[in-house]
């Protein structure tokens, strides 16, 4: 496969200048082909027969999609732990703040956090490896933690409509913040949620207790979940702007 990569400049909303970067391929296709990847880069199929002009101005006329998806896809990187490099002053998000990272040579493997800092201490610094192990482990016991606090502040107001306390899991997951199985009396959280405030975090809980008794989206469903919680537009809107993975 031949790739010619092409640059173009387009204005944003903000009538701001900025640069847009795609790569071409020369192939059978009808139509033109744009595919917009996580790792912020562009991919363009088009025909032999249509001309770089014509491309370029498909792009420019697609380039607030473009802006927007590429900054969403670059918003999605901040709350990701799989991408850091694990040393200090990096930013790690933790019930919805930004927090920095302090990294330090000890006789012990744990993590502390202050509400500002997140501090690793490692036996080995420089054993990438070890830190991300200790560092998931972290997470993880911050969701078991977060998570069933949540579970435990929001079940009374559904113990009175004869709701079940529910079990807990949590499960890394493409499309969803959480899901639910009424029969089993189980709620599944996504780990990612710990990087979101807490009102987020209560509004997937609410949501999916919401389908112990209305299995469903129905209107029943989304006035229910208005009467206990009014906001939840609000938040669904913050965990909307992020991009699963």
């Not at 201490?121 to 993880?140: A, G, P, R, V, Y």
């Not at 502040?153 to 529910?166: L, Q």
């Amino acid at each position: 496969m031949s790739l010619k990569s092409r640059t173009i400049f387009v204005t944003d909303k903000n009538n701001t200048p900025q640069k847009i970067t795609y790569d071409l391929e020369r192939k059978r296709v009808k139509n033109i082909n744009l595919r917009i990847r996580s790792d912020e880069t562009l991919f363009v199929s088009a025909s032999p027969l249509v001309t770089i002009k014509t491309i370029d101005d498909f792009i420019i006329s697609k380039s607030d999609f473009i802006l927007k998806s590429l900054n969403r896809f670059s918003e999605k990187r901040k709350w990701e732990i799989d991408n850091k490099k694990y040393v200090s002053g990096e930013s790690f998000y933790l019930l919805g703040k930004q927090m920095r990272l302090i990294v330090k040579q000890s006789n012990q493997n744990c993590v502390k956090d202050d509400g500002v800092y997140i501090i690793l201490e490692c036996k080995n610094i420089d054993n990438f490896s070890l830190k991300i192990q200790i560092m998931k482990k972290f997470f993880k016991e911050k969701c078991v933690e977060i998570f069933n606090d949540a579970i435990n502040k929001n079940y009374p107001k559904f113990k009175k409509y004869g709701i079940s306390y529910p079990t807990v899991k949590i499960r890394s997951m493409k499309t969803r913040w959480g899901t639910c199985i009424p029969q089993k009396k189980q709620i599944t959280l996504n780990p990612k949620l710990i990087h979101f405030s807490r009102d987020c975090i209560n509004s997937v809980v609410i949501h999916e207790f919401c389908h112990f008794k209305y299995p469903n989206h129905s209107k029943a469903f989304y006035d229910f979940m208005t009467i206990l919680m009014p906001d939840w537009k609000e938040r669904k809107k913050e965990l909307e702007e992020t991009i699963l993975c």
